[in-house]
């Protein structure tokens, strides 16, 4: 793949000279949802006028319900688009022009450098859908094939251990949010088992399904009974009918430990959910008012205390 004309190059999203293949594989998006105009555009490639119809009427503004069902609902790319509308010859250099930049996919590193490798942690979502979405980068890496090899980089992260070990660490992060806080435990683990005090660590681990989410129980279990863990505080939102447990309800009842450990002790924070719940124990158990523990908030974050990596 080359481009024409000169000017061109500016367009391209990818460097160019490439083949159609390292542009599919590295450059391109083709996980992503097809956007509503994207449809309308390769609508015009279809050759049976009843395939043409079932595109155009998903796009318009009475079959938003059918776009919903048919795409988002079901996790629908440009591959699945072509499997059921077999009409569809598309134009694959119009098809590059349309399909979205391949953006990069972060993952925190789930280990810690003294105990072992670079390591990731990842789980197919397989709830509440109907097709399971491969995520965009995750089936590069299959589990089974030491010898893949896929281009990475490494960012610095916001989440860092205090430098000094006796320091009380406070971690809080369902499901996959687990994930740096495993490489924290092992460092904790490590320097406890080289004979050097390491201050109070706490983890609040939520998923929803006691036997089918909850990675690394046996090495979290390990971790707790060499003192590595000091305290391990478990939610499961699913498993008993009619009564949701969560990390934010276990950090309520544990307000006055956790205000202990941060207001007296100077504990530093991660957190992979809102600090409403944190803002919440601060006011209780702090005796502050909304406004002083906000700024308490505030000036933990501005002393590398507090860390915070929010998504919904």
């Known amino acids: 793949m080359s481009p024409l004309e000169d000017d061109a190059i500016k367009k391209q999203p990818f460097p160019c000279p490439t083949t159609y293949r390292t542009a599919l594989s590295y450059y391109v998006d083709i996980m992503a949802f097809p956007r509503t105009h994207v449809l309308k555009e390769i609508s015009d490639y279809?050759?049976?006028?009843?395939e043409k119809a079932k595109i155009l009427?998903?796009?318009?503004?009475?079959?938003?319900?059918?776009y919903q069902s048919y795409i988002i609902d079901s996790c629908r790319h440009i591959a699945h688009i072509l499997e059921d509308f077999p009409s569809l010859k598309i134009n694959i250099h119009?098809?590059?022009?349309?399909?979205p930049r391949l953006q990069p996919r972060y993952y925190s590193i789930s280990s810690s450098p003294r105990v072992s490798r670079i390591?990731?942690?990842?789980?197919p979502s397989l709830y509440g859908i109907r097709r399971s979405r491969d995520e965009s980068t995750t089936p590069m890496v299959p589990e089974d094939d030491h010898e893949h090899k896929v281009p990475i980089f490494v960012r610095r992260s916001q989440f860092r251990l205090p430098n000094r070990h006796n320091v009380p660490v406070i971690m809080v992060g369902p499901g996959t949010g687990l994930a740096p806080f495993r490489g924290f435990i092992q460092e904790?683990?490590?320097?406890?088992?080289?004979?050097?005090?390491?201050?109070?660590?706490?983890?609040f681990f939520g998923?929803?399904?006691?036997?089918?989410?909850?990675?690394?129980?046996?090495?979290l279990e390990e971790h707790l009974a060499s003192g590595g863990l000091s305290r391990l505080h478990l939610a499961f939102s699913r498993d008993i009918p009619g009564k949701k447990v969560y990390v934010t309800t276990l950090m309520k009842e544990n307000a006055s430990d956790l205000w202990r450990l941060i207001g007296s002790e100077g504990a530093h924070v991660y957190v992979y959910v809102h600090n409403v719940i944190l803002k919440d124990v601060l006011m209780d158990q702090g005796k502050l008012s909304e406004s002083e523990a906000e700024a308490y908030l505030k000036q933990m974050e501005s002393k590398k205390r507090y860390s915070a990596d929010v998504w919904s």
């Not at 390591?119 to 789980?123: F, G, L, N």
């Not at 998923?207 to 090495?219: K, Q």
């Open 57 to 66: 009427k998903m796009v318009s503004r009475e079959g938003k319900d059918i």
């Open 46 to 50: 279809a050759s049976d006028p009843e």
């Open 188 to 203: 904790r683990s490590w320097h406890k088992a080289q004979g050097k005090p390491v201050g109070e660590t706490h983890l």
């Open 207 to 219: 998923c929803r399904n006691e036997a089918v989410d909850y990675i690394y129980r046996e090495e």
């Open 94 to 99: 119009h098809l590059m022009e349309l399909l």
């Open 119 to 123: 390591a990731y942690t990842s789980r």
